[in-house]
């Protein structure tokens, strides 16, 4: 049995305004995942800068920001056995045009960026996450 692990997810601002929180949610839930935070919440540009912190000098940057900045996005942290390789393995490759059917980008999402979900790549990094999303105020 994999140790339990905690992970951050955002349902991203795209998954939102399309009504999916619902859908995607009951994803992680039927998987067994627990709902550990959640929270509704509009970010701007600087809190982004600080998320995708090691993104910011891309050139696909800016256009990032103005996406997860343009409209409410839902933050959680979920937990269970694996709990980071599971997430990542349900959210499916980066681009949803060649995401997997079946995942949550495969389904949702027909874009490199606005790919509806995001979710910590690994347990440091899901450290940083929740940090900065839930234990800084
Ligand atoms: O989210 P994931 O870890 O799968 O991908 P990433 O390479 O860490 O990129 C973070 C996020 O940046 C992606 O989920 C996309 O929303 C966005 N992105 C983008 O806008 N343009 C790219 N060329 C690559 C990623
Ligand atoms: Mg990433």
């Known amino acids: 049995m994999s140790e339990v692990q905690r992970t951050f997810v955002l349902i991203k601002p795209d998954a939102v305004r ?3 929180v619902g859908a ?3 994803r992680y839930e039927n998987k067994g995942l627990a709902i550990e935070a959640l929270q509704l919440r509009t970010i701007d540009g600087e ?3 600080r998320h995708y912190a090691e993104h910011v000098d891309a050139s696909w940057y800016p256009p990032l920001r103005g996406y997860i900045t343009s409209g409410p996005l839902v933050a959680l942290v979920l937990s269970g056995p694996g709990a980071v390789e ?3 393995t349900m959210h499916g490759a980066t681009d949803g ?3 997997a059917p079946g995942s949550v980008r495969g389904d949702y999402a027909l ?3 606005e790919n ?3 979710a910590s790549d690994s347990v440091a990094s899901a450290e940083r996450e929740i940090g900065l999303w839930f234990d800084a105020s």
Do not use: M
């Open 18 to 20: 399309r009504g999916l």
């Open 24 to 26: 995607i949610l009951a």
């Open 47 to 49: 809190f982004a800068d």
């Open 86 to 88: 599971a997430v990542r």
């Open 97 to 99: 045009i060649t995401a």
């Open 111 to 113: 874009s490199n960026r």
């Open 116 to 118: 509806a979900v995001h």
